[in-house]
């Protein structure tokens, strides 16, 4: 019996379409490697015509008050709660998640994240006005930036949808989002629950490939393109949006140092370290995958850390006793068990290291130690459950150490010592230092990096604030 796949539609202008010439892609569950629907691979039609339907709604949705917006995305927020079993479904079979770790530790955030820029909606400053020259006022106005080309990554989904939307449209712009064409069930559900809340052309939702992202980004309609994706994808986005000087967002790769002092409680930083390390399969641009351990408990702690990734259960996303499900799709496992195979003589893989059971696409959580600050493995991201430790003799080396990437998105730092975090948390050239944790956001709090890891921030004010323009208005006081 041939089980009928379900079949996802992009969301344009307050309608469900297929794309303009009937193209289609088949999406896959990771978790089994079977195809379960088909999502539309828009082309230049599509987006031509999303770009236009969101162009349409701009100019109302800008003229609405900040009060307006604020109650629009909190009635999206109550629906998204309501319905959080149909979208942490969605998302389990778009990811191979497991359902309670989606249920518990994504969607929670998410809706926070979405009633935190509702309220922003009504708090955005400027300076005073004021006489900077005589017989004339100065007033500065924040407005929105225009239609907004977004595109999302597949790790996830869901929750990157929500940095894209929610800041842009609390500010009073449109937007038009592509998912990853692996990924797109959850981003088109949200669109079906969204529907029912704002008007026609604020927010679309265009399925399809590389291809369609780069026609959202060249297109001449939007004044920003943002982007969460590879640093590859980022540099060809922010090259084609310079073409027309479009605004860019960009949030990239990571490759985040652990460092770990020897006054560091162990217990809890292995404990910490192995979950920050291999929640989500490590396919995480902050993950705790890059360790760095004082030379005086380096055996101690990759002895314990082997265990901890020992007792790391990956599996179904049924099963309650997983901390991960699988590696998005099969190109991602191959290049997670590339840089095992290609591992140089003096590495040593501590534990994991292969493929879990030949159904969907898992993989062990791995622990390798031995390594070099030159080898491929600490210089590029993996971006699977590979979590590698050097060993450093003091706080200078364990800088260097931790400085010495392109990256520099997000890092943590383990000691009692007061003095040597701070001085650590100064010198460490990332966008987030957590000390004495790893991996904790807050809506409230900025998420971006420097570097090859992008720039412009998601969350908090300052994310708010990358999706608003700033004006002057001088006027006479003479009349």
């Known amino acids: 019996m041939t089980t009928e796949l379900r079949r996802l539609r992009n969301y344009i202008g307050g309608e469900f379409k297929d794309a303009a010439d009937g193209r289609t892609t088949e999406v896959v569950n990771p978790a089994t490697g079977e195809v379960y629907a088909t999502a539309p691979l828009s082309g230049q ?5 999303a770009m236009a339907a969101a162009a349409a709604a701009f100019p109302a949705w800008r003229d609405t008050t900040p009060s307006e917006r604020q109650k629009a995305l909190l009635k999206i927020a109550d629906a998204f709660e309501a319905r959080a079993d149909e979208l942490v479904a969605a998302e389990s079979e778009n990811t191979g998640k497991p359902l309670g770790l989606t249920a518990s530790e994504e969607l929670p955030p998410m809706v926070d994240q979405i009633r935190f820029f509702a309220g922003a909606a009504r708090l955005l400053e400027g300076r005073s006005a004021g006489e900077y020259m005589d017989g004339m006022t100065s007033i500065i106005r924040r407005e929105p930036v225009g239609v907004c080309a977004q595109v999302a990554p597949w790790n996830y ?4 949808a929500v940095w894209k939307f929610a800041p842009a449209i609390a500010a009073g712009n449109t937007v038009v989002l592509k998912p990853s064409d692996t990924t797109p069930a959850s981003t088109v559900l949200m669109a079906e629950i969204i529907d029912s809340v704002l008007p026609k052309g604020v927010f679309n939702v265009v399925c399809g490939d590389r291809e369609t992202g780069k026609a959202m980004v060249e297109h001449s309609t939007p004044a920003m393109a943002s982007i969460t994706g590879s640093v590859r994808a980022g540099m060809q986005v922010a090259e084609s949006a310079s073409k027309d000087v479009k605004r860019v967002h960009l949030e990239l790769g990571g490759k985040a140092p652990v460092v770990v002092f ?7 930083a292995v404990e910490d370290i192995a979950v920050a390390g291999y929640f989500n399969a490590g396919q995480d641009c902050t993950a705790a995958t890059r360790v760095l351990v004082h030379e005086s408990i380096h055996d101690e702690f990759v002895a314990a850390l082997a265990k901890a990734a020992a007792d790391t259960k990956t599996g179904q996303p049924d099963d309650e006793d997983v901390l991960y499900g699988p590696l998005n799709n099969p190109n991602q496992l191959k290049q997670v068990a590339g840089f095992i195979e290609r591992l140089p003589a003096h590495a040593k893989v501590e534990a994991g290291g292969h493929r879990v059971g030949d159904k969907g696409y898992f993989y062990a959580p791995t622990v390798v130690s031995g390594l070099k600050q030159d080898d491929e493995i600490i210089q590029n991201e993996v971006f699977g459950p590979v ?6 003799t003091d706080e200078a080396q364990a800088l260097e150490y931790a400085n010495g990437v392109e990256f520099a998105l997000a890092s943590s730092v383990w000691t009692k010592d007061h003095g040597r975090a701070m001085r650590m948390s100064k010198n460490l050239d990332f966008g987030c230092v957590w000390i004495n944790t790893h991996i904790p956001l807050v809506a409230e709090m900025p998420h971006g990096g420097f570097k090859k890891s992008g720039y412009g921030k998601d969350l908090s004010a300052y994310g708010f604030e990358d999706y608003t323009r700033i004006k002057h208005v001088m006027t006479s006081l003479d009349g």
């Open 262 to 268: 020897e006054d560091a409680d162990l217990a809890k």
């Open 45 to 49: 039609a599509d987006v031509d015509a």
């Open 157 to 160: 989904p869901m929750m990157m």
């Open 387 to 392: 979590i590698t430790v050097q060993s450093f």
